[in-house]
Each structure stands twice: as C-alpha cells, then as structure tokens.
T-cell receptor
C-alpha cells in the first residue's frame, strides 16, 4: 500500500487562527479524502480532494471553513479556518488505491491531532 | 444514503476465545465491505475486506462473512490475543466512481489475558 505522511502530527492552536495540514503520498493516487475523527467517535468524511478542481464537500462541511488544495496526484492540504474549540479533533488524510481493475482499497495517514484553546 | 450500524458497541472476551462483530447496512447497492482496526493513538488500518460476489473470506485468524439478503456482514477473530484489543470499524460502499465509504460507529474489543 502507499505510504502516507501528514504534517504536523499534532498542534495546539488559539481560537480564531487557521492551520494547514499537509498530506503527502509516495505514489500517485487518484482518490484522496479528508476525514475528521472526534474523540471516541467514528470517521466522518469532510471532502474528497479532486486533482485540478474544487474539492467535493460532504453535508455540514463548507469550503470557507475547510479549504482544500490538491495540486497534483501525490499531495493535498486541508486548512481548518477560524478555529474554535469545537474543531479540536484528529484530521486524517486517506487515499484510494486500485485493487485489480474493479475496486479501490482505502488507506489512512497517521492523522493530525488538533487542539484549539 | 447508506447507513451502517455496528453491534455491540463494546465486546470483552477471554484470551484464546473467539470474537464476532456484526454490522448491518441499508443500501442494497453497496458491494464492498472493509474492516478497519484502530489501536489507541494510531491510524485506522485495513485488516480485511469482502466484496459482494463472495460470501466469506479468511486471512489467518480473521474472517469476514457477508449475507447480502439480510444486509449484514461480520468479522470473526479466532484465538484472540491481547494485541487484538482495539476499536474495529466496519464500512460499506456502493459501486460507482464517486462512491464513498460509510463507516459504522466502531466497536471496542477488549481481550482479557
């Protein structure tokens, strides 16, 4: 499977500021996703990062709050804007890799643990 | 949209016993069902998956079964070990280039030594 890295691994931020999280993959991947995992909770999809076009956001998530870039097939960023304590969470990058010709397996990066004070 | 439910929410077993974790899904178009294991402070790790054209799949001590008629699938862990203790997430995804995984809420498995 692809090797996925994220930066930073953790951060503590003040409310009202913004943080940009980077996701780097060691091989080209078609599908990249950003998830949020609140403490003790499941994985919630924020958006699909599309290479060369605007990200596709899930219900409840908007571009102004979570702008996403995907300049190429190995890299993406997620920005958490104008943060509040409710944004404290783990943010995970995920990639889809084809298994044979018929479906994709999905793998996760190590996550970024964000605490907003 | 798809709705995936897991039950029970917690499961405790004695080391060496078997553990079974069940999930149900709602969308009959779903045809891919992965299971993820997440240890404390770690990323979710894909441990096994099954597609809808298969009824059962095994990989050493773990197996997954799928009942398309009843819309449920289960993870079976035999000869459990303390290192199997983790949160397990099931997920489902329909066909389609833009289809997305829908995750269950997760089950905390504790293996008592």
């Amino acid at each position: 499977s692809a090797v996925i890295s994220q930066k930073p691994s953790r951060d503590i931020c003040q409310r009202g500021t913004s943080l940009t999280i980077q996701c780097q993959v060691d091989s080209q991947v078609t599908m990249m996703f950003w998830y949020r995992q609140q403490p003790g909770q499941s994985l919630t999809l924020i958006a699909t990062a599309n290479q060369g076009s605007e990200a596709t956001y899930e219900s409840g998530f908007v571009i102004d709050k979570f702008p996403i870039s995907r300049p190429n097939l190995t890299f993406s960023t997620l920005t958490v804007s104008n943060m509040s304590p409710e944004d404290s969470s783990i943010y995970l990058c995920s990639v889809g890799q084809p298994r044979g010709s018929s479906y994709n397996e999905q793998f996760f990066g190590p996550g970024t643990r964000l605490t907003v004070l | 949209g798809e709705n995936v439910e897991q039950h029970p929410s917690t499961l405790s077993v004695q080391e060496g016993d078997s553990a079974v974790i069940k999930c149900t899904y709602s969308d009959s178009a779903s045809n891919y069902f992965p299971w993820y294991k997440q240890e404390l402070g770690k990323r979710p790790q894909l441990i096994i998956d099954i597609r809808s054209n298969v009824g059962e799949k095994k990989d050493q001590r773990i197996a997954v079964t799928l009942n398309k008629t009843a819309k449920h699938f289960s993870l079976h862990i035999t000869e459990t070990q303390p290192e199997d203790s983790a949160v397990y997430f099931c997920a489902a995804r329909p066909t389609g280039a833009n289809s997305k995984l829908t995750f269950g809420k997760g089950i905390t498995l504790s293996v008592r030594p």
